[in-house]
Nanobody
Framework: QVQLVESGGGLVPAGGSLRLSCAAS????????MGWFREAPGKERDFVAA????????YYADSVKGRFTISRDNAKNTVYLQMNVLKPEDTAVYYC???????????????????WGQGTQVTVSS
């Protein structure tokens, strides 16, 4: 059974930074794309970023491009999301996710992700 555990959320002022971590277990982590999503109150869960199995390719939502960086350490079975220049509209619960299999490329469609962590709250004050 795949397990994903996020950490690193918190309360920060606008313009601040946070680094989220997601520790994975239960299968060969390095074989799969990993993604980050977020869900604000009353809104759908939206794509934030994704990274290829080897870390060489990344993909970002337009709203976070240039401010957020996704990375991974396959030796530690961990994926990260470095968030800089945070804005109040970044406030959400952040989830990491893993797909069931490999579908080619990296992808933003949440329906392709089978496994989800419990989420970590990020709150950005204005």
């Amino acid at each position: 059974q795949v397990q994903l555990v996020e950490s690193g959320g918190g309360l920060v002022p606008a313009g601040g930074s946070l680094r989220l971590s997601c520790a994975a277990s239960g299968r060969t982590f390095r074989n799969y794309v990993m993604g980050w999503f977020r869900e604000a109150p009353g809104k759908e869960r939206d794509f934030v970023a994704a990274i290829s199995w080897n870390g060489r390719s990344t993909y970002y939502a337009d709203s976070v491009k240039g401010r957020f960086t996704i990375s991974r350490d396959n030796a530690k079975n961990t994926v990260y999301l470095q968030m800089n220049v945070l804005k109040p509209e970044d406030t959400a619960v952040y989830y990491c996710a893993a797909p069931e299999g490999n579908y080619g490329g990296i992808y933003s469609d949440k329906n392709l992700y089978r496994y989800w962590g419990q989420g970590t709250q990020v709150t950005v004050s204005s």
